[in-house]
């Protein structure tokens, strides 16, 4: 299927005096290899199945990504642990939830996250729409009922008004579906395109150094590719953790079973969904336990329990040069404006348990 | 010094009929009496004394205000508290803060700060960077330190990269100081102009509805004024809450005396700087003890405490109407991408006490 080319790299027929002395294959050699494992982030957003980016359904779903409204505390948002402006993630351990509750992982970003298999460390939600019903209802995260939020909702006129102009041939606009559905379609234009690598995809052999070319290289040559792929250079299917050396218990808790927990088989023990390494020079701290806030640590781990060799420190400064080229251009977002309480609207309960 | 004007529209020359079944002065007249309490929110911000707005400077006040990693928890930021979709507040009856602390007063909002007489509801901060000094170091807020913020904020190139833009003069740029004079350059852009009452008194009768009209007038008429003038229809002076009834225990708590803590004289017992309305639609909960939720019932309080007078219902919805037409235009901002963390960077600490 995929197919090295380095090694005909090696061979080729145009012996740069610079690349051979890097042992760095050309750049047509190098793209066309890494074009068998990765391709670009799209410029433009396209809609998720079942969905459209109609302009009326993003803004709302803007609206609702922003509104701490949306937890029973009226202290948390979307925004919260998937932060616009820090790569889409809050850069704790694992996030903060209601009551000052800490929650099991890592808050994975958004960005970008409409190209993933399915959504969570667990894959357990199988598109964004499903994924946003989850951290809403969570005792530690959001805390609040579907029937709080459609009650929050539907006591704003400016939030009924908006849900009608995004679904305008639904009888009863105002749904937890729809506000998942709204959410999911905010979420799809949060793209980050033009990265340096994807430039260099694109056949733009001066958007990366050398270094980082070399990084590349070793990325593909030393077998993360056989995980972290696709679109996203990962978030593209399911691996265990530890498969060829487990790490400590503090990157890898014993209580965190991963994806058995979604499909209670045995081979799917301390199985993740591949981290997406798009933006990861943004998303410190790293791993589903948020234990390791070093990027080039985080490689130096991934090549001792998931490959099993001892990468030398020439070639991690190499791959993490590399993983910096996959910072893309981040999304602008204009904060919205939110719709005006009522009467009606379900007074804020910080101290609900 | 300041008149009304109403007793003479009352004996009018042009006895319009429907005017005259309402009791409301010409617009001519109302409109000139209203200049002598009241005067627009300018449509473009001004430098505060002793600082520039300088896109660069403006921009790193962006950058700080929304940035949760300003605080020790890397949880809150200032727009946690003062949310620019939501009028500059939290809609909280008080904030939390570190560690699911509840803060003891309201968080006010910053939109047209810029023109109060000083900040807090007990005035203590002369200025906005003073201001923005104090919930940073709040044990209850954001418990941080000036030395962990500079910590942090020299760790990061990008924001070495921004003070050094900022505040190009200065041979150390990343200073507490300029940390604060960022936040109050950026804040000082948050004014909400071309309200319906600012277009009323530019000369646009057709901005207001009659029923505001007689709100305005009512707000003159009853004394609502002797507080509450100005740019800010209040946020120009200090007045004891309670002065004529005091308010129940929950609006008024006895234990916060107000600016007595301030300046420890007897006469500032229970003072407070009178409420800014501007926006005042948006801004519920009420009062430094946000115990308040709906406008109408604010509104009837204020008249039986300071007043000393029970307004009629017909009055109350009058006023209420008058008070949403001090809703501005709210500001546009685009949510900054923050600078990237380094190796360096002190890691959130949301355990800490």
Same mark, same amino acid.
């Given at each position: 299927?995929?197919?090295?080319?380095?090694?005909?790299?090696?061979?080729?027929?145009?012996?740069?005096?610079?690349?051979?002395?890097?042992?760095?294959?050309?750049?047509?050699?190098?793209?066309?290899? %890494?074009? /068998?494992?990765?391709? *670009?982030?799209?410029? @433009? !957003?396209?809609?998720?199945?079942?969905?459209?980016? +109609?302009? $009326?359904?993003?803004?709302?779903?803007?609206?609702?990504?922003?509104?701490?409204?949306?937890?029973?505390?009226?202290?948390?948002?979307?925004?919260?642990?998937?932060?616009?402006?820090?790569?889409?993630?809050?850069?704790?351990?694992?996030?903060?939830?209601?009551?000052?509750?800490?929650?099991?992982?890592?808050?994975?970003?958004?960005?970008?996250?409409?190209?993933?298999?399915?959504?969570?460390?667990?894959?357990?939600?199988?598109?964004?729409?499903?994924?946003?019903?989850?951290?809403?209802?969570?005792?530690?995260?959001?805390?609040?009922?579907?029937?709080?939020?459609?009650?929050?909702?539907?006591?704003?006129?400016?939030?009924?008004? %908006?849900? /009608?102009?995004?679904? *305008?041939?639904?009888? @009863? !606009?105002?749904?937890?579906?729809?506000?998942?559905? +709204?959410? $999911?379609?905010?979420?799809?234009?949060?793209?980050?395109?033009?990265?340096?690598?994807?430039?260099?995809?694109?056949?733009?052999?001066?958007?990366?150094?050398?270094?980082?070319?070399?990084?590349?290289?070793?990325?593909?040559?030393?077998?993360?590719?056989?995980?972290?792929?696709?679109?996203?250079?990962?978030?593209?299917?399911?691996?265990?953790?530890?498969?060829?050396?487990?790490?400590?218990?503090?990157?890898?808790?014993?209580?965190?079973?991963?994806?058995?927990?979604?499909?209670?088989?045995?081979?799917?023990?301390?199985?993740?969904?591949?981290?997406?390494?798009?933006?990861?020079?943004?998303?410190?701290?790293?791993?589903?336990?948020?234990?390791?806030?070093?990027?080039?640590?985080?490689?130096?781990?991934?090549?001792?329990?998931?490959?099993?060799?001892?990468?030398?420190?020439?070639?991690?400064?190499?791959?993490?040069?590399?993983?910096?080229?996959?910072?893309?251009?981040?999304?602008?977002?204009?904060?919205?404006?939110?719709?005006?309480?009522?009467?009606?609207?379900?007074?804020?309960?910080?101290?609900?348990?």
């Amino acid at each position: 299927m995929k197919t090295f080319l380095l090694a005909i790299a090696a061979l080729g027929a145009l012996p740069l005096p610079a690349l051979a002395q890097t042992g760095l294959p050309p750049d047509a050699e190098l793209r066309a290899a %890494a074009l /068998e494992w990765f391709e *670009p982030i799209p410029d @433009a !957003p396209q809609a998720p199945p079942g969905n459209v980016l +109609a302009p $009326e359904r993003v803004a709302l779903g803007a609206m609702l990504f922003f509104d701490p409204r949306m937890s029973r505390s009226g202290v948390f948002s979307c925004q919260s642990c998937h932060n616009v402006g820090l790569g889409g993630v809050d850069g704790l351990t694992t996030s903060i939830g209601h009551g000052w509750q800490q929650g099991p992982r890592n808050a994975p970003t958004m960005l970008n996250a409409i190209f993933n298999v399915a959504q969570f460390w667990d894959g357990r939600a199988p598109d964004l729409a499903a994924q946003a019903k989850g951290p809403v209802q969570a005792g530690v995260e959001m805390n609040n009922t579907p029937e709080n939020l459609l009650g929050t909702l539907k006591s704003m006129p400016g939030y009924v008004e %908006a849900f /009608e102009a995004a679904f *305008p041939d639904e009888a @009863a !606009p105002v749904s937890f579906d729809n506000f998942a559905r +709204a959410i $999911e379609a905010f979420e799809a234009t949060l793209i980050t395109p033009d990265s340096a690598f994807d430039r260099y995809l694109k056949g733009d052999d001066a958007a990366m150094s050398d270094q980082q070319k070399r990084g590349l290289a070793a990325f593909m040559d030393t077998g993360c590719t056989a995980c972290h792929a696709g679109r996203n250079v990962g978030g593209q299917d399911y691996h265990p953790f530890g498969v060829a050396e487990r790490p400590g218990g503090s990157v890898l808790p014993e209580s965190d079973r991963g994806r058995f927990a979604v499909t209670q088989t045995a081979d799917d023990d301390y199985v993740f969904r591949a981290a997406p390494l798009r933006n990861v020079a943004l998303t410190a701290p790293y791993f589903h336990s948020g234990a390791v806030w070093d990027l080039r640590e985080a490689v130096s781990i991934m090549s001792s329990s998931q490959l099993g060799t001892e990468l030398a420190e020439p070639q991690i400064d190499e791959i993490v040069a590399f993983l910096g080229t996959l910072t893309g251009r981040q999304p602008r977002i204009v904060h919205p404006i939110l719709p005006v309480r009522d009467a009606a609207t379900p007074q804020p309960q910080p101290m609900a348990r």
